[in-house]
């Protein structure tokens, strides 16, 4: 090849983009859908509150806290989850899991990168505060 050839080809080559051909997906979120609330008579300003929580694949929550009693049950797939001092614990189907009110949750993430989790929770907390506190 001659050098005005192979110049060209360079040139050419340059000015092909760099990375992936397709766009990058940004990060996708956890979808939350409130299921069910009820004011717990027996204890007098808390509340009941249900919710599904749907992962999609590689999707990883915040570090949080609920500031609430929570019991998660896992309906499809695999997530991560673990409280500030306690261990990291992957769940499957069936399997459950407990953040109390003075938990920071470290750890909320999908297993998986291609399939999606979800699993239902139910919170007995303060009425009216707010399901998720950011933590540092």
Same mark, same amino acid.
């Given at each position: 090849?001659?050098?005005? &050839?192979?110049? =060209?080809?360079?040139?050419? =080559?340059?000015? =092909?983009?760099?990375?992936?051909?397709?766009?990058?997906?940004?990060?996708?979120?956890?979808?939350?859908?409130?299921?069910?609330? &009820?004011?717990?008579?027996?204890?007098?300003?808390?509340?009941?509150?249900?919710?599904?929580?749907?992962?999609?694949?590689?999707?990883?929550?915040?570090?949080?806290?609920? @500031?609430?009693?929570?019991?998660?049950?896992?309906?499809?797939?695999?997530?991560?989850?673990?409280?500030?001092?306690? &261990?990291?614990?992957?769940?499957?189907?069936?399997?459950?899991?407990?953040?109390?009110?003075?938990?920071?949750?470290?750890?909320?993430? @999908?297993?998986?990168?291609? &399939?999606?989790?979800?699993?239902?929770?139910?919170?007995?907390?303060?009425?009216?505060?707010?399901?998720?506190?950011?933590?540092?």
């Amino acid at each position: 090849m001659s050098i005005p &050839k192979l110049a =060209l080809v360079l040139v050419c =080559l340059m000015s =092909l983009p760099i990375g992936p051909l397709q766009p990058q997906e940004a990060p996708k979120e956890a979808k939350v859908t409130p299921l069910f609330s &009820k004011d717990l008579a027996d204890f007098p300003s808390k509340e009941g509150l249900m919710i599904t929580v749907e992962y999609p694949p590689g999707s990883t929550g915040p570090i949080h806290r609920h @500031n609430a009693h929570g019991f998660i049950y896992v309906l499809e797939g695999s997530i991560v989850m673990q409280v500030r001092g306690g &261990k990291e614990v992957t769940l499957k189907p069936g399997q459950t899991f407990y953040e109390g009110p003075d938990d920071v949750h470290v750890v909320g993430r @999908n297993a998986s990168q291609t &399939k999606p989790a979800k699993f239902v929770v139910f919170f007995v907390k303060d009425k009216g505060a707010p399901i998720v506190v950011p933590e540092k």
